[in-house]
C-alpha cells in the first residue's frame, strides 16, 4: 500500500489528485473543530475536556453519531451531522428507485438520469439535515447547554428565536458544505468522497483509542496487577481483525459464463469464456450501520426518560439493548443477517442478470438460460450473502464479546481489577476504516495502469 502511494506521487496528475484530497480533509477536520455560535463552549470540553456525551451515552444513537463524525458532534463544532445525512439520503433513493416505478425508469436513462437522481438527493440531504440540526437544538436546550447573555440568563423572546436559527442554520450549513466537500473529492480526488470523510472521521479516534488502551494495564499494573501483556495482547487482536477484514473484503465467487460465437459481416464475435464476479462481501457495512442504527435508538429514547421508568418493567426492557446485556449480541446478530439478504435483494436481480446474459449470447455451462439460470443465480446470491453476513457478524459483535470476556477475566484476577479493558473502535469503523483504505489504493493502482507506468507494471 504504501509502494502503491509513494509509486503515485511521481505521476504529477496523480499527486496533485492526492494533495487535493489532503487538502479537502484537512478543511473537514478543521471544521470539525470550530464550535457553532451561542453554545457553552464549556460544556461541550473546551474548559474540560469531556464532550457532550456521557459514557452511558455513547451506546446510544448519539453515540454512534459522534462515532460516524470523529467526535464533532461531541463537541458541536459545524460539522457536527457530519456526512450521516447524506448517507441516509442516498440509502433512502436507493430504496424509493425499487419501489417507485418512475425513479427506476430514471436510473435506467443513463446519465442524465442519474444527474437527476443525484439532484434530488442533495435536496434529500439537505432536508435529513435540517431535521437532525433541529432535533440536535432541541435537546442542548433541554439539557441547558446554550449559552447565556451577559448577565447569566437565557435568551429570551427574539433573541431566542435568532439563537435557535443561527444554530440550527449553522449545522445545516455544515451538512452542505461536507457534502459538497465530498463531491469535490470524486470530481477532483482519489477515492469516494463520503467514505474517506467518514475515514478520516474515524481515524482522528485512533489517538484516544490508543490512549484508552494502555491506560487499562497501567490501572491494573499501578493495582499491583502482574499481567502488564494485556494492552499488548489487545493490539494483536487489532491487528488480526485487520488482516480478517483484508481477507474478507477481497474474497469472491465466480460465476463462469461463456459466450457463443457469432459472425456480424466478415468479422466473428464472442467465444471466450469470462465470469461475473460477486463479493462474499456484497453489502459492506451497510447491514452493520443498519442493525446499529435500529439498536441505538431504544437507548437514546431511555436517555430522555429515565428518571420516569427506573424501577418499572420498562427499565429491564431497555436494559436488553445495552451491550453489556447478553441478549444485544444474540439481536446485533440477527439484524445484521437479516439487513445483508435485505441489501443483496436491492443489489442483485437474478431475472435482470440471466436476461443480460441470454442477450449476450451467453450461458452458464451446464445451465440452460432463462429461468434455470435466474434459479442457479439467486441459489448462489443466498449462499454468498449468507456467508458474507456470516463474516462481518464476526467482525461487528467481536469487540462486544472481546469487552465481556475481558472485563470478566480482569475482575477474577489477582488483584482484580473493575476498570475492564474495551477496543474504542467497533466493528462498524474498523471495516469502514479498511475498506476506505483498500478501495482508494485499488483506485491509484487502476489509474497508474491506465497510465502504462512501467515503475508499477514491474
Known amino acids: 500500500m504504501l509502494q502503491t502511494i509513494v509509486n503515485a506521487f511521481k505521476i504529477a496528475d496523480l499527486r496533485k489528485k492526492i494533495l487535493f484530497t489532503a487538502l479537502i480533509l484537512l478543511i473537514f477536520r478543521i471544521g470539525s473543530a470550530i464550535p457553532v455560535p451561542f453554545l457553552d463552549s464549556s460544556v461541550f470540553g473546551a474548559a474540560v475536556g469531556t464532550g457532550l456525551l456521557t459514557d452511558a451515552q455513547q451506546n446510544t444513537f448519539l453515540g454512534y453519531l459522534s462515532m460516524m463524525t470523529g467526535d464533532a458532534f461531541n463537541y458541536g463544532t459545524i460539522f457536527a451531522m457530519g456526512i450521516t445525512p447524506y448517507i441516509n439520503s442516498s440509502i433512502i433513493m436507493q430504496l424509493l428507485t425499487v419501489a417507485i416505478p418512475a425513479l427506476e425508469r430514471l436510473q435506467k436513462e443513463g446519465e442524465e438520469g442519474r444527474k437527476k437522481i443525484a439532484s434530488i438527493t442533495r435536496y434529500v440531504t439537505i432536508g435529513l439535515g435540517l431535521l437532525q440540526s433541529t432535533a440536535y437544538y432541541f435537546y442542548v436546550r433541554s439539557k441547558d447547554y446554550l449559552a447565556t447573555d451577559v448577565n447569566g440568563n437565557a435568551f429570551a423572546g427574539g433573541w431566542a428565536v435568532f439563537q435557535a436559527a443561527v444554530i440550527i442554520l449553522c449545522f445545516t450549513a455544515g451538512t452542505a458544505l461536507i457534502m459538497w466537500l465530498g463531491e469535490q473529492i470524486n470530481d477532483k480526488g482519489v477515492g469516494n468522497g463520503v467514505s474517506l470523510i467518514l475515514f478520516a472521521g474515524i481515524v482522528a479516534r485512533i489517538p484516544t483509542m490508543i490512549t484508552q488502551l494502555f491506560s487499562t494495564t497501567n490501572g491494573y499494573l499501578a493495582n499491583g496487577g502482574p499481567y502488564w501483556f494485556l494492552s499488548p495482547f489487545a493490539a494483536l487482536l487489532f491487528l488480526l481483525m485487520i488482516a480478517y477484514i483484508v481477507l474478507m473484503d477481497n474474497s469472491e465467487r465466480r460465476i463462469p459464463v461463456q459466450y457463443a460465437k457469432r459472425v456480424v459481416g466478415r468479422k466473428m464475435y464472442g467465444g471466450q469464456s469470462t ?134 477475566v480482569l475482575t477474577h484476577l489477582d488483584p482484580p481489577y473493575t476498570g475492564g479493558m474495551n477496543i474504542s473502535l467497533g466493528g462498524t469503523s474498523v471495516i469502514i476504516v479498511v475498506g476506505v483504505a483498500l478501495e482508494t489504493v485499488k483506485q491509484l493502482e487502476s489509474q497508474m495502469m491506465m497510465r502504462h507506468y512501467r515503475g508499477f507494471l514491474d
Open 275 to 408: 465470469h461475473i464476479p460477486i463479493k462474499v462481501n456484497m453489502g459492506g457495512v451497510m447491514p452493520i450501520i443498519f442493525a446499529s442504527s435500529i439498536l441505538s435508538l431504544p437507548p437514546t429514547i431511555q436517555m430522555f426518560f429515565s428518571s420516569r421508568i427506573e424501577g418499572t418493567g420498562w427499565e429491564k426492557f431497555f436494559g436488553v439493548f445495552n451491550q453489556t446485556h447478553w441478549a444485544y449480541a444474540i439481536i446485533y446478530f440477527v439484524l445484521i443477517i437479516g439487513f445483508a439478504y435485505f441489501y443483496a435483494s436491492i443489489q442483485y436481480n437474478p431475472i435482470e442478470m440471466s436476461n443480460n446474459i441470454r442477450k449476450q449470447s451467453g450461458t452458464i455451462p451446464g445451465i440452460r438460460p432463462g429461468e434455470p439460470t435466474a434459479a442457479f443465480i439467486r441459489k448462489i446470491l443466498s449462499k454468498i450473502t449468507l456467508l458474507g453476513a456470516l463474516m462481518i457478524s464476526v467482525v461487528a459483535i467481536f469487540p462486544i464479546l472481546f469487552s465481556q470476556i475481558t472485563t470478566f
